[in-house]
């Protein structure tokens, strides 16, 4: 089995180590995304390491935080907003902060819902993603 | 000195698909550009919990409207990964024929729009021209011109007969020619290279940092090609990625150039090799499992993640689309440069805002 099947399962207090020990071996971040799960969410942090894929796991309360990692990868800055905005999920300190006007969903946090019940979609009808907040920490 | 902020797009003579940006300028230089996407985001992830597995690949296919194909592709490859099936070899082959034919529309397409924002309609209207002859391969294979509907679980849905791949080499050649003739000119005209060598240089370390793929990461002299992890039949073809160095827009339109000519080499390549036997393996069950699927779009890495639990419909559907990985870069490469410059290094890393509001 290739390593894109597996996952190495690791604890929210790690996460920043654990990056920051793929960073050291120049690892290129490749993806990061969240699933809703009935009681937690859950991460997913994937690196290209000789094009091999490193995925790191972990599962967050959903009252909790996770911290940035864009002091390490800058370029995260869009997924950790992207996993604010679609699954309410708190990331502390990104470098570029949208404070939830990356996506204009009409239903706020539209995939933070139960599975199997889809929430409608759609652009809200006034204060466009132009009206953007932005605190840019670059 | 005082700063400005220019609100560029989401409605944009270079911008087909609307995404924003503001510009704070200091006189014509850009100092800072704050990106705002998601004016029509689809939330197509979720609709995976409505929609059976295997139907899917419909929408797979319209999470964008130009690599259509690859992305249905990708997902079958992922469930087929996740419930061990053996696609049969011809539908590999078939496979990687319709992804070359879509790279090579897709380039075209994005030589012409650039030839359009540097003012040299008579190129646009010339690379556009060809792209027909590549549509008309597809549609007389397909049936679609750009949504193919031609990829299923398990394998394709239609064959190539021995009839229309003798006409597709015919055309290839005659694409061939075509090429050549305005590629040089892509290459060689001194107002296109006045209009873009050393416009948004990318380092080859910023690109690595910055999470850049596909052509945008090939022109910063990073060798990285998803092709080369053997999906389908690039297993069996011969295929060295198109690397340059310089790393400004100039060097991204090199290297889609140069791919333009490495597509037609792969696909007859493809053609030569193809061998005989049937398009589809049967599919039976339900997926249960996860798995990371990384295929080469035209604009680089994409990424199907996903999560299965035994049932018709997944648990979890991720794309990590190859826009949404380069718009960082973009973001960065605005930084310092001339305001005047702003539509060619956005054009240059040929955003696709449909793929990035999945």
Known sequence: ?138 | MSRTIIPFGPQHPVLPEPVHLDLVVEDEKVVEARPSIGFVHRGLEKLVERKDYQEFVYVAERVCGICSFIHGQTYCQAIEAIMQIKVPERALYLRTIWGELSRIHSHLLWLGLTADAVGFESLFMHAWRIREKVLNIIEATTGGRVIFGSCKIGGVRRDISAEQQQQMRKVLSEIEVDLQEVTKVFLKDSSIQARLCGVGVLSSADAHDLGCVGPMARASGLSTDMRRLGYAAFKDLHIEPVVKTEGDSYARCAVRCLELFQSIDLIRQALDKLPEGELAAKVTGNPNGEVMARTEQPRGEVVYGIKANGSKNLQRFRVRTPTFANLPAMVKLLQGCDLADVPVVVLTIDPCISCTER
């Open chain 1, 1 to 138: 089995m290739s390593r894109d099947h597996q996952f190495e399962v690791i604890r929210a207090d790690q996460l920043f180590g654990a990056v920051e020990q793929l960073r050291a071996r120049r690892a290129r971040l490749v993806q990061i995304c969240a699933t809703s799960l009935p009681n937690a969410l859950e991460l997913t942090y994937s690196f290209d390491l000789g094009s091999e894929l490193t995925n790191l796991r972990l599962e967050v309360g959903k009252e909790e935080s996770v911290p940035s990692i864009t002091s390490l990868y800058w370029c995260a800055f869009l997924y950790e907003n992207e996993m604010h905005d679609l699954f309410n999920l708190q990331v502390s300190n990104i470098a570029v902060d949208f404070k939830g006007t990356l996506y204009n969903t009409r239903t706020k946090f539209a995939f933070a819902g139960p599975q199997g019940k889809a929430a409608g979609l759609g652009i809200a009808p006034a204060g466009g993603a132009s009206s953007a907040a932005h605190a840019t920490g670059n």
